[in-house]
């Protein structure tokens, strides 16, 4: 498995900011990179596969991009809804988290 | 609509058995790889087990591997973890996953994506 990185760990942003993850992989993997939303108390959700598809349903305000090593994943316009923690998914490893929090 | 719903979880105690269920609705069960993924208190999400679609092929992580056994029944449509040998690093939400392409499963091929999830159940082991 290729251990994956998260940055920041936690942020806290206003709502209608851009927020921006990131993801690295030790290694090249693609597009093979996909990202979750866990709410408090409940399973995650699958909100981007492929690094940049947005599962159905999922809000226009979320995208991702990358390809290989390095990802990201953006909230264009905070919503207090958005409160979660993220992670990032290859295979068998998933990223530690980032924690979005409302100011 | 897809649906899994989890039993089995509970307390034990160290170095006993557990086995986790998971039925499976709204879709062709038969088709898809399926997961389990646990989280245990406080912590991020570990991958624990795969079974594919196809000849029932599974896969385990490490820290589970020689202990878990994940097996499934497509005329009962669901998919099951048996968990042996049970330790205290093992408490965690245990969560049944479906693998969103068929075909596309840890051990199988590239770019697994788990699109739903179950609701969790939790595993706790303490004597």
């Known amino acids: 498995d290729i251990p994956l990185t998260q940055s920041p760990s936690s942020l806290s942003a206003s709502v209608g900011d851009r927020v921006t993850i990131t993801c690295r992989a030790s290694?090249?993997?693609?597009?093979?990179l996909n990202w979750y939303q866990q709410k408090l108390g409940k399973a995650p959700k699958l909100l981007i596969y492929?690094?940049?598809n947005l599962d159905a349903g999922v809000p226009s305000r979320f995208s991702g991009g990358g390809f290989g090593t390095y990802f990201t994943f953006t909230i264009s316009s905070l919503q207090p809804e958005d409160v979660a923690t993220y992670y990032c998914?290859?295979?068998?490893?998933f990223g530690p988290g980032t924690k979005v929090v409302v100011k | 609509q897809v649906q899994l719903v989890e039993s089995g979880g509970g307390v034990v105690q160290p170095g006993r058995s557990l086995r986790l269920s998971c039925a499976a609705s709204?879709?062709?069960?038969?088709?898809?790889?399926m997961d389990w993924v646990r989280q245990a208190p406080g912590k991020g999400l570990e991958w624990v087990a795969v079974?594919?679609?196809?000849?029932?092929?599974?896969y385990y992580a490490d820290s589970v591997k020689g202990r878990f056994t994940i097996s499934r029944d497509n005329s009962k449509n669901t998919v099951y973890l048996q968990m042996n040998n049970l330790r205290a690093e093992d408490t965690a939400v245990y969560y049944c996953?479906?693998?969103?392409?068929?075909?596309?499963?840890?051990?199988?091929?590239?770019?697994?994506?788990?699109?739903?999830w179950g609701q969790g159940t939790l595993v706790t082991v303490s004597s």
């Open positions: 996953v479906r693998d969103r392409v068929p075909g596309r499963a840890i051990g199988t091929a590239p770019g697994a994506v788990f699109d739903y």
């Open positions: 709204g879709f062709t069960f038969s088709n898809h790889g």
């Open positions: 079974i594919s679609s196809v000849v029932s092929n599974d």
């Open positions: 290694q090249g993997i693609n597009n093979y």
């Open positions: 492929d690094a940049s």
């Open positions: 998914q290859n295979e068998g490893t």
